[in-house]
């Protein structure tokens, strides 16, 4: 089976704080995915990743950067935390080349900023 | 670009009874089509996908659904409701070019005993 894991359950920072989200995935995927998920809005995607150091911005990716350096991670930087970035954090990954394929979910991670 | 709308935001049935949660998008060709459940606390896991074919489809935990192009619909159905089906699902959509999934606002289910 696909497994997805990521670094935090849950996490609680302060307004301002640099914020690292670690996402890793077992099944040699070339597509990983950042989304964010909110009461009523579903998932929103910030960022995704098609290959190692490539990126391309979704729908949402103001105050958020990605780095993919090794095939397996990718992870989600928050640069200077804020309040309306507290939310559930869902990484994702894909192993289809091309378009629209099945993704696989981590469990997510709660962020509080305070 | 494709979108992607579950009219009910929450649906409560008895266990036992059974479910149907409606799906509706926007795309003007065939869209791959998928069908999500997140448990509390928990990430997505898939229940179930279109790509092409036979338009009724079969998925895990007695799940199915069926593809109706003309009205543009997936909706997801289960004969009999179990009180562990309680969760949040969710609608998604492949299409258009985008490697990215499109996602439905999510309709929560709650099962009265």
């Known amino acids: 089976d696909v497994k997805v894991t990521q670094s935090s359950r849950y996490l609680v920072k302060r307004t301002g704080e640099k914020v690292f989200l670690e996402c890793v995935q077992d099944m040699d995927h070339e597509n990983m995915f950042w989304y964010r998920q909110d009461p009523g809005l579903g998932l929103r995607l910030i960022y995704f990743s098609y290959d190692v150091k490539m990126k391309e911005k979704g729908d949402i990716p103001e105050g958020y950067s990605v780095s993919r350096e090794k095939k397996e991670r990718f992870s989600l930087i928050l640069e200077s935390a804020s309040t309306n970035q507290t939310s559930m954090y869902l990484c994702a990954s894909s192993g289809r080349q091309g378009y629209g394929y099945e993704q696989y979910f981590g469990p997510g991670t709660r962020l509080t900023v305070t | 670009a494709q979108s992607v709308t579950q009219p009910d935001i929450h649906i409560t049935v008895s266990e036992g009874a059974s479910l149907e949660l409606r799906c509706n998008y926007s795309?003007?060709?065939?869209?791959?089509l998928f069908w999500y459940v997140q448990s509390p606390g928990q990430g997505l896991q898939l229940l179930l996908k279109?790509?092409?074919?036979?338009?009724l489809v079969q998925g895990i935990k007695g799940f199915e659904a069926e593809f109706k192009r003309s009205q543009s619909s997936f909706n997801l159905r289960k004969p009999s409701v179990h009180w562990s089906d309680a969760a949040e699902y969710f609608c998604?959509?492949?299409?258009?070019?985008?490697?990215?999934?499109?996602f439905g606002s999510g309709t929560r289910l709650q099962v009265q005993p």
């Open positions: 998604a959509v492949g299409a258009g070019g985008r490697r990215a999934l499109t």
């Open positions: 279109y790509f092409s074919g036979d338009t």
């Open positions: 795309y003007g060709a065939t869209p791959y």
